[in-house]
């Protein structure tokens, strides 16, 4: 099994910013890729961003490209997302997800419990 732990997720204004991070422990030899994932009220949970672990590539959802940043250190076994100019459709639960490949139309093998952002108008 695989362990992820997000921290980061709070309450801020339009225009503003926050960092989640995720850090993965555990089986970790079986996952290639980690990302995160989020879910609105009422919506589908959907794809945010991914990163390989391996040559560092990565993807993003059309919504969030040129505004969020996700990032890997190695050695912490942790993948951040930096998120700049915050919209209120962006409020959601995140959740950091891993998997030996993450793509945007598969759920993958492990999650972690998600964090709350929220954006205020």
């Known amino acids: 099994q695989v362990q992820l732990v997000e921290s980061g997720g709070g309450l801020v204004q339009a225009g503003g910013s926050l960092r989640l991070a995720c850090t993965a422990s555990?089986?970790?030899?079986?996952?290639?890729?980690m990302g995160w994932f989020r879910q609105a009220p009422g919506k589908e949970r959907e794809f945010v961003a991914a990163?390989?672990?391996?040559?560092?590539?990565?993807n993003y959802a059309d919504s969030v490209k040129g505004r969020f940043t996700i990032s890997r250190d190695n050695a912490k076994i942790t993948v951040y997302l930096q998120m700049n100019s915050l919209k209120p459709e962006d409020t959601a639960v995140y959740y950091c997800?891993?998997?030996?490949?993450?793509?945007?139309?598969?759920?993958?093998?492990?999650w972690g419990q998600g964090t709350q952002v929220t954006v205020s108008s």
């Open positions: 990163i390989s672990w391996r040559g560092g590539s990565t």
């Open positions: 997800a891993a998997d030996s490949s993450l793509v945007p139309d598969r759920y993958p093998k492990y």
């Open positions: 555990g089986r970790i030899f079986s996952i290639y890729d």
